[in-house]
């Protein structure tokens, strides 16, 4: 069964600095991903996906992330964060099926 | 254009009763999913059906826990004399028909947060 594993729990940064957030997934074939944000009190929305192509993805509010097949990895980066970016990331990864499986989520906080 | 309508948005039940949550999917969306989110952990995958047909309940409890997509209407989750550990939000999204692609995007209502007294 393919699983994802989000490796912080919590991060907590100041406003303008760099955030990168992990994401490794268990599954040796094709793979869909994708990371989703929920800000506090809201719903979870597509920050980004990947099916193919350019294995660096952009996406909304200025976040990316890069593929790395080799390392079965979707790492998340903004090069300067924001305080309206405190919200929890979940990593999802569509394996053979329809379903999303989810990571553990993350927990960031960005300080004004 | 509505989005996924999930209601009730929260829902307190006391020990043993029922708790039906619905589910309306986006215009033309033919899937349906649902999570649930316990306090502290992420979203673990439930049940995925189709109108009339449940594709995979593998994430299902195998007992209490019970889900519906009918030809008309909302899909219903449903939660028979809950416990306290059913307090969660439960979360439903939906999604095209697939016909053959995985290149398809869940969409997320905002959850229906149980309760259990």
């Known amino acids: 069964a393919q699983s994802v594993s989000q490796h912080n729990h919590h991060v907590i940064l100041s406003e303008a600095a760099s955030l990168e957030l992990g994401c490794n997934y268990s599954y040796g074939g094709t793979v869909n991903l994708f990371w989703y944000v929920q800000y506090p009190g809201q719903h979870l929305q597509l920050l980004l996906k990947y099916f193919s192509g350019d294995p660096l993805v952009k996406g909304i509010k200025g976040f990316e992330a890069e593929f790395i097949k080799s390392k079965f990895s979707f790492n998340l980066r903004k090069p300067s964060v924001q305080w309206s970016d405190t919200a929890e990331y979940f990593c999802a990864v569509r394996a053979a099926g329809n379903k999303l499986t989810f990571g553990g989520g993350t927990r960031v906080l960005v300080k004004p | 254009n509505a989005g996924v309508m999930q209601n009730p948005r929260h829902l307190v039940r006391r020990r043993g009763q029922e708790a039906r949550l619905r589910c309306s999917p986006m215009k033309g969306h033919s899937h349906v999913y649902w999570y649930r989110q316990l306090p502290e952990e992420g979203l673990k995958f439930m049940v995925y059906l189709q109108k009339e047909n449940i594709i995979d309940e593998s994430g299902m409890p195998k007992e209490r826990f019970s889900a519906e997509f009918p030809k008309e209407g909302p899909s219903i989750l449903r939660i028979q004399q809950v416990v306290r550990g059913d307090s969660a939000a439960y979360f439903c999204?939906?999604?095209?028909?697939?016909?053959?692609?995985?290149?398809?995007?869940?969409?997320f209502g905002a959850g229906s947060r149980l309760t259990v007294l």
């Open positions: 999204a939906s999604s095209p028909p697939a016909a053959g692609s995985t290149a398809n995007v869940l969409t």
